[in-house]
C-alpha cells in the first residue's frame, strides 16, 4: 500500500472571517492523480496552497510523509529547500507566476533560488525549454506571450525542480481547445514518473485523462469522493456540488 | 496608431477616459519600440552591455565637456548610429522638441542672469554661453538615452545592467514593476470597456467622476491582491527574501575593442 504524501485532519481555514475550509480531512496516497472538483470559491485554490504550505490552517493538522507541516518549519532553510524542490504548484494566473523579464529567467529562477550551480541551471533550463516546446521564446518577454504559452512557461518553471508532487490549480482554464490539448497530453505523459498530481479543476470533460481519483468539494467541506466514473455516475453529488445544472 | 486606438482617443471624453487612451497609445508604443528594438539594424546586434557602455562613455563625455564642438560631435555620432539602425526621424524630433522646450524654460534666465559682457535686450555672452551648454549638453545626452533604449530590448538592458553589479534586488524590481506596469494597463483598459459597453448616453459630470473613483479603488485592490499573489508564487519556488540570478557570459574581443576605442576616443577629445 502507497504511504501517504498529505494528510489533512479537520483543516479550517477562513479569510478574514469567510470560510474557505471547513474541517476537511483527507489522504493523498504517493502516486496517487487527484482532481480537486469543485465550483468556484468552493475552497479548491486555498486548499492547493496550504498543501504548498503557503498558507497555514487555523486549526486541523497538515501532514507531509506523516509529519506536521508548520509555519516554523519553514523558517529553516534546509527544510524550506527540500520542501520546494519536492512539492510545486502551478497557480490559476500564469500572469502571477511570470514575473521574471524573460521566459529563460523565469524557468531559471527556481532553480536558482534553491541554490544550485549554475552550470547545471543552465542546461536544465535548456531542456526544459525544449520539452515543453517553448524554446523558440526563451528571449521573450512573458507578458507578450499568448495564454497557452504563458501557461507552459508556468509548467516549465515548476517541473524543472522536477517535484515529487505537482499540484495544479485549473491548469486548462481560459485555454483554446488545441492548449487545452497539449496541457491535458503533458499532464497524461508524466503517469508513468510515478508523481503526485494534485489538479483543482471544474472541467469534467478531462476527469478520466488527467485522474485516477477525484475528491468533490462545496462549500469548504469534502462532499464525496470516488473515481472519476463514480463521481461522474452521481447526478445528485454533482448538482449538490453546483458542477451541473439540474434538469 | 491603430484604427481601434484612434478610435478610443477621439471618442471618449473626460480627464480619466482621455487618460486611460493616453495608457493604451502607450501599449502600442512600447510595442512598436520592442519590434524597432529587435530588428536587424547596427546597434540592434551589438551586446547590450557594450551600448550600456558606451552610452555611459558618450553621457559622461558631454557631462565633462567644455567644448560645444565635441558635443556636436557626440550628437552627431549618436544620431548616424540612431539612423543606421533604423530609427525615425519623426521619433528623434519629438524627443528634441520636447527637451529643447523643456530645458529652454531651465536656460532662459541664465541669458540675463548671467553677469558679463552686454549683448543687447539685457542677454550676455556668458549667459548666452551657458544656455547653449546646458540645451546642447541635454539634447546630446537625452539623444544617446533615447538611442540606447530604442535599439535594446528592456529584457536585455537589465541583463546588461546586472553584469555591471547593480544590485540584484534592485534590478529585479525595476524588471517587476516594468513587466506589470503593461498588465495593470490592460486591465484598465478591459474595466473601461467593461464600463463603456453597458452605458448608454453620457453620465453627468458626478457620476462620472465616482465611477471614476469606484475603478481606480477596484485596480488598487486588484493590484494589492496581484502582489499579494506574485509574492507566494514567488516563495512557491524557493524565494527566501533573497534574488539569486545567473551570471552573464564574457564579453568577446569584438565588444571589448568597440568598448576600447570609444573610451580612449572620448578621454582624448576631453584631454584635448
Redesign the interface.
Known sequence: MALNVFELEQVSFAYRGVVALDKVSLSIPAGQRLALLGANGCGKSTLL?IL?G?YFPDSGIVKYHGVPLTEHDFEH?AF??SF??RV??V?Q?P????????VF?EV???P????WP?DR??AMVAEALEYFEIAELK?R????LSGGEKKRVALA??LI?DPEVILLDEPTAALDPRSQRQIVDLMKSWEDLGKTIITATHDLHLLDEIAGECVVMDKGRIAGRGSPAEVLADERLLLGANLILGR | MSEGLHHLVHRRKGFLDRTLAELAHVLDRSFSA?LLSTSSGLLQGIDPRVKLAGAGILILTAAASRSLWLLAAVFVVTVTLAFASHLKVRELLTLWISVLLFSGVIALPALFLTPGQPLGWGVTKQGLQAATFLLARVLATSTVGSVLVSTT????L??AMRAFRLPVVAV?LI??T???I??FIQTTMDMLEGRQSRLAGELPAKERRAMALATVGVLMSKAFE?SS??H?????????GE?????ESPLRVRDWAILSILAVGSGVALWR
Open positions: 496552497r504548498d503557503l532553510d524550506a529547500h520546494r524542490k510545486g504548484l497557480f494566473n500572469d502571477v507566476q511570470l514575473f521574471c523579464p524573460t529567467d531559471a529562477f527556481g536558482l533560488q534553491l541554490g549554475k541551471i543552465k528571449d518577454a512573458p507578458h507578450r518553471s515548476v525542480m | 520592442e530590448p528592456w529584457n536585455h537589465l541583463r529585479v524588471g517587476m516594468y513587466r506589470y503593461f498588465l496581484l499573489d506574485i507566494l508564487a514567488m516563495q512557491s519556488r524557493g524565494y527566501r534574488v539569486h540570478a545567473l551570471d
